[in-house]
C-alpha cells in the first residue's frame, strides 16, 4: 500500500511540474547568434536597449536623428543598399546610417538594409520599424 502511495505522488509531482507556469520556470535568455539591425532614435528620454537600441521618441524636439547599424554582422567584405518604407534610398555605403527626420508630427517609417557578401553572392535583408511622437 506504501508503495502505491508513493508511486501515485511521485506521478502527481511529474504531472505537476509539467504544467508549472512559465513563470516559475527558470528560462535562459536566448543568446542573439546573428546580424541585427540596431536604431536609436534622438533626443530620446529612454536609453538603448541592448542590441536593439530604441526606435521610438515621444521627446519633443524640432527635428530627430535616427541612427542604424548592423550589430553580429560576420567577417567579411559587403556593399550595404539602404532603403525607406517609400523606397528612397538613402546615401549610406556602409554598416552604418543615419536619417533625419522633421519634428512636430507623428512619424513612422520603416528602413531597411540589404547587406549582401562580395565573396559569396548572398543577399540578406534587416528591416525596423521607427515611430517618433505616435505609434508604429
Given amino acids: 500500500m506504501n508503495t502505491l502511495f508513493g508511486s501515485a505522488l511521485v506521478a502527481a509531482a511529474v504531472a505537476a511540474s509539467a504544467?508549472?507556469?512559465?513563470?516559475?520556470?527558470?528560462?535562459?535568455?536566448?543568446?542573439?547568434?546573428?546580424?541585427?539591425?540596431?536604431?536609436?532614435?534622438?533626443?530620446?528620454?529612454?536609453?538603448?536597449?541592448?542590441?536593439?537600441?530604441?526606435?521610438?521618441?515621444?521627446?519633443?524636439?524640432?527635428?530627430?536623428?535616427?541612427?542604424?547599424?548592423?550589430?553580429?554582422?560576420?567577417?567579411?567584405?559587403y556593399s550595404y543598399v539602404w532603403t525607406t518604407e517609400l523606397g528612397l534610398v538613402l546615401p549610406c555605403t556602409t554598416w552604418r546610417c543615419s536619417q533625419q527626420y522633421r519634428g512636430g508630427m507623428a512619424i513612422s517609417d520603416i528602413v531597411n538594409v540589404t547587406y549582401t557578401n562580395l565573396a559569396t553572392g548572398e543577399a540578406k535583408t534587416l528591416s525596423r520599424s521607427l515611430a517618433i511622437n505616435g505609434p508604429f
Avoid at 504544467?19 to 547568434?33: K, R
Fill in 19 to 77: 504544467f508549472a507556469p512559465a513563470a516559475a520556470q527558470q528560462i535562459a535568455p536566448q543568446a542573439i547568434t546573428g546580424p541585427v539591425l540596431y536604431c536609436f532614435v534622438s533626443p530620446n528620454d529612454q536609453p538603448p536597449v541592448g542590441n536593439f537600441g530604441r526606435c521610438t521618441s515621444f521627446y519633443p524636439a524640432s527635428s530627430y536623428t535616427a541612427a542604424f547599424e548592423i550589430r553580429n554582422l560576420p567577417a567579411g567584405s
